[in-house]
């Protein structure tokens, strides 16, 4: 059998930003982050090999630093909501 050619990099200086993405997409994807890792620089350079799979909201909207965690998970539960007087 022939083996695979593989390459590795070593990558610096990376944002917190990006390794926090990096690092929920792998969580959310069940993959390792280097994985993950690759599976968004296929992405970023499209590379057909590898499509798109949203799998929650969050992975479809870009999270912005003026909104904190907590206020999205509030908002979200108040939508949850239920109220009784709608379905009388």
Do not use: C, F
Request: proline residues 6%.
């Amino acid at each position: 059998m022939k083996k695979k050619s593989t390459v590795q990099y070593t990558v610096r200086d990376v944002p917190e930003e990006v390794d926090g993405l990096l690092r929920e997409s792998a969580a959310l994807e069940g993959v390792s982050l280097n994985q993950a890792t690759l599976h968004a620089l296929e992405r970023g350079l499209g590379s057909g090999r590898v499509p798109v799979r949203y799998r929650t909201l969050r992975q479809m909207v870009n999270p912005t630093p003026k909104a904190s965690t907590a206020a999205w998970r509030a908002a979200l539960e108040e939508q949850d909501k239920i109220n009784p007087e709608d379905w009388k």
